[in-house]
């Protein structure tokens, strides 16, 4: 069990979450249909900026950019921002989301005030 790696400061939580994929399991289970209701925006302002804080293992992030992307492949958002108080998920998202270059930003969590 990895959970007494973790408080003995032998792991950090996140390396013990990535292992076996477990965050990108939770990721797909996500049972929320929302990408008909963000077509829409993205259709009625498809210049609109999106932010998106705790984006963790971008399941979400994926699922809203493939919603703001029409059937011709254009992009219905002028841009995307992805934040996370982890650089590590910082990290395994610009890698992710490399095709998405230009429209996706990953700033330092030091760029970003959050009250």
């Not at 493939?66 to 958002?77: H, K, V």
């Not at 610009?94 to 230009?102: N, S, V």
């Not at 990953?106 to 760029?111: A, K, L, V, Y």
């Amino acid at each position: 069990m990895a959970a007494p790696t973790i408080f003995t400061g032998e792991a950090h939580p996140l390396q013990v979450l990535r292992q076996d994929q477990i965050l990108e399991f939770c990721a797909i289970t996500d049972s929320l249909e929302y990408a008909d209701a963000v077509a829409l925006f993205g259709h009625s302002n498809p210049v609109m900026r999106v932010l998106e804080v705790g984006a963790g293992t971008g399941g979400t992030t994926r699922k809203i950019l493939q919603a703001l992307t029409s059937s011709n492949g254009e992009r219905l958002y002028s841009s995307c921002t992805y934040s996370d108080v982890s650089a590590g998920f910082l990290t395994t998202a610009q890698e992710q989301f490399a095709d998405c270059e230009g429209s996706l930003r990953f700033p330092r969590q030091e760029t970003l005030i959050m009250f």
